[in-house]
């Protein structure tokens, strides 16, 4: 009878619908991990936080959202100076999520991210790392703890980006935090954060230290591009 082939063709197809309604949140939720093989380009991301209606804190009266992206602008420059390729997360002050973010440094197969914050508080330059726990790499790894296998190598970044800091004489803090963005990255990445220099902290002849000095801005963006150049020499290192 008809209504009985019907039925048993809709008993068939049964499992094949459950299985794909199954695995398809999965795949939505899941990224594959980095290949072991690095690719040939060294490429850096700067990613310069917040923007478009997202103003980020206040430095003086301006939106951290301009002091990021500027800081993006000059220490592009610097690094394409040096050889090094570089994929911006803005251009301009438009919105970004943080999983664009995660998508455009992912996409671009990056050997290094940063993640660029300002703040009138605190002293010199804070970097930031996942606090998630490291894990080893896996073929699928879920979206909102990729960064997970790659916490050990952006430990490592942010020691070279301490070294170079250090060496131009500007203060250092190291943390580990929940970063959205970074979290979903599958790259060695870290949050620089931009401090003021206070008084006791500066050195005849360096920067005056404030968030909206030129000569600050340019002390910190150079140890970040030498930084970054001794991360890819490095990384060249069989």
């Not at 970004?96 to 992912?106: C, L, P, S």
């Not at 726990?133 to 073929?139: E, H, L, N, Y």
């Given at each position: 009878m008809p209504w009985i082939n019907c039925a048993v063709g809709m008993k068939r197809l049964l499992p094949i619908?459950?299985?794909?309604f199954l695995i398809a949140p999965l795949l939505a939720a899941q990224v594959p991990a980095a290949p072991v093989a690095r690719p040939a380009r060294f490429v850096v991301v700067l990613d310069a936080a917040h923007g478009?209606?997202?103003?980020?804190?206040?430095?003086?009266?301006?939106?951290?959202?301009a002091f990021t992206l500027a800081l993006s602008v000059r220490l592009r420059s610097l690094l394409a100076a040096r050889g090094i390729a570089v994929v911006t997360t803005r251009e301009a002050d438009k919105d970004?999520?943080?999983?664009?973010?995660?998508?455009?440094?992912?996409h671009a197969a990056a050997q290094?991210?940063?993640?660029?914050?300002?703040?009138?508080?605190?002293?010199?330059?804070?970097l930031f790392t996942s606090s998630l726990?490291?894990?080893?790499?896996?073929?699928m790894v879920p979206w909102k703890t990729a960064q997970a296998a790659w916490v050990a190598r952006s430990l490592e970044l942010a020691g070279v980006l301490n070294s170079a800091l250090?060496?131009?004489?500007?203060?250092?803090?190291?943390?580990?935090?929940?970063?959205?963005?970074v979290d979903s990255m599958t790259c060695p990445a870290v949050a620089v954060e931009i401090a003021p220099l206070t008084a006791a902290?500066?050195?005849?002849?360096?920067?005056a230290g404030s968030l909206d000095d030129t000569d600050y801005q340019a002390q910190v963006a150079t140890a970040l591009a030498a930084a970054l150049l001794e991360w890819r020499e490095?990384?060249?290192q069989p």
């Open positions: 619908f459950a299985g794909t478009g209606s997202d103003n980020g804190a206040s430095l003086n009266g301006e939106p951290e959202k970004v999520t943080a999983d664009q973010r995660a998508e455009i440094a992912n290094a991210c940063l993640s660029l914050h300002a703040t009138e508080s605190g002293l010199g330059v804070h726990a490291p894990a080893q790499p896996a073929r250090a060496h131009a004489s500007v203060p250092v803090i190291l943390g580990r935090t929940g970063l959205p963005g902290a500066r050195t005849p002849g360096h920067a490095g990384s060249s």
